[in-house]
């Protein structure tokens, strides 16, 4: 039986959308206990209201929450947080697994100070997947912000260990490792990314394929994008952006006007299919790499499509036992 443990309040929409997506995920995976943590009273309100409640669960009831504006001295001001009992279930082993749609800030703060990284990483990167335009591609992206600044050595260990990720989880063989930079010549970028390059080049147990440029990263070249967290952050929302804002341009023009929306409605089902295919809802989750544990974050306004995403996906990694295999290599290699 597995075991996660289910953060369900301090995202934008409430614990609701949080629970109705934990119940679901029950109904489809009988080997699965879910621990729902927080306000014990209002869970289990909710709880009542729900006809042919699956079984399988307990109640963490925690008396605080660390709302989205929360930070990192929150994780010392409210020890008796969902969040905080959350990731302290997952160091105590209770748990094989966490996910929150909480505060970002205090869920990489409450990893870094509640499970510590394993030996041979410096610093923890958040890795989020999303979708490319080759059919049933994704692509894995790190760090997408758990850090401001990082080394050309963080840049490496992420590179390993998001390749131990698509190799367990996406069950890809040798997927191609690239480097985000703004050309495609190993001259190219500052220092940190020069410096990169060669220790991922030099690593043959690495399919690396050299420099890639941000117009290129849903184009399905690769599989595995590394860059800092600062720069991924901004790569990852520009896209998130572009991507919503696209859709709703094609929408809007191909309503203008009687003479568009007949034709339109020939090609309503290929829209919602490009529709359906780059919802982040489909791909809400972000794994932190390089903890002790297998942590997961939501978008904050996540809602029951998106966590049952984010829930999927740490299903996925535990049940491929994705962290003994990454602490593994990396203790081993450090």
């Keep these: 039986m597995h075991k996660i443990a289910f953060?369900?309040?301090?995202?934008?929409?409430?614990?609701?959308?949080?629970?109705?997506?934990?119940?679901?995920?029950?109904?489809?995976?009988?080997?699965?206990?879910?621990?729902?943590?927080?306000?014990?009273?209002?869970?289990?309100?909710?709880?009542?209201?729900?006809?042919?409640?699956?079984?399988?669960?307990?109640?963490?009831?925690?008396?605080?929450?660390?709302?989205?504006?929360?930070?990192?001295?929150?994780?010392?001001?409210?020890?008796?947080?969902?969040?905080?009992?959350?990731?302290?279930?997952?160091?105590?082993?209770?748990?094989?697994?966490?996910?929150?749609?909480?505060?970002?800030?205090?869920?990489?703060?409450?990893?870094?100070?509640?499970?510590?990284?394993?030996?041979?990483?410096?610093?923890?990167?958040?890795?989020?997947?999303?979708?490319?335009?080759?059919?049933?591609?994704?692509?894995?992206?790190?760090?997408a912000g758990a850090n401001t600044d990082n080394s050309a050595q963080d840049l490496y260990n992420f590179a390993k260990m998001a390749t131990i990720y698509a190799q367990t989880v996406l069950h890809q063989e040798r997927p191609r490792v690239s480097l985000l930079n703004i050309g495609e010549e190993k001259s190219k970028g500052k220092d940190v990314h020069r410096e990169a390059y060669e220790l991922l080049k030099a690593d043959q147990k690495l399919n690396f394929q050299g420099n890639i440029e941000a117009r290129e990263m849903i184009s399905g070249s690769t599989d595995i994008i590394v860059t800092d967290g600062f720069s991924g952050n901004i790569a990852l929302k520009a896209?998130?952006?572009?991507?919503?804002?696209?859709?709703?341009?094609?929408?809007?023009?191909?309503?203008?006007?009687?003479?568009?929306?007949?034709?339109?409605?020939?090609?309503?089902?290929?829209?919602?299919?490009?529709?359906?295919?780059?919802d982040y809802k489909n791909y809400a989750g972000a794994i932190l790499l390089g903890v002790n544990g297998v942590v997961f974050k939501s978008h904050g306004s996540s809602d029951e499509q998106a966590f049952g995403s984010t829930l999927r996906m740490t299903y996925e990694a535990i049940q491929g036992d994705v962290l003994a295999k990454i602490k593994t290599k990396m203790e081993v290699e450090s």
Aim: aromatic share 8%.
């Design 7 to 143: 953060d369900v309040m301090g995202s934008d929409k409430g614990l609701i959308p949080a629970i109705n997506a934990g119940l679901h995920f029950l109904q489809n995976h009988h080997d699965v206990e879910i621990f729902f943590v927080g306000n014990q009273k209002a869970i289990e309100n909710h709880l009542a209201t729900v006809p042919n409640c699956p079984k399988n669960y307990q109640i963490i009831d925690t008396p605080e929450v660390i709302g989205m504006d929360g930070g990192i001295m929150d994780i010392r001001r409210k020890p008796d947080s969902s969040l905080v009992k959350a990731l302290e279930l997952v160091k105590n082993k209770s748990v094989d697994g966490m996910l929150t749609g909480g505060s970002s800030a205090a869920f990489i703060a409450g990893a870094h100070f509640i499970l510590g990284e394993f030996e041979g990483v410096g610093k923890p990167g958040f890795m989020p997947t999303w979708p490319t335009i080759v059919e049933n591609h994704t692509v894995l992206f790190l760090d």
């Design 239 to 278: 896209m998130e952006g572009a991507l919503k804002n696209l859709m709703k341009v094609i929408k809007t023009t191909l309503t203008k006007s009687l003479i568009r929306k007949i034709p339109a409605l020939f090609l309503k089902k290929a829209f919602k299919e490009v529709g359906t295919k780059f």
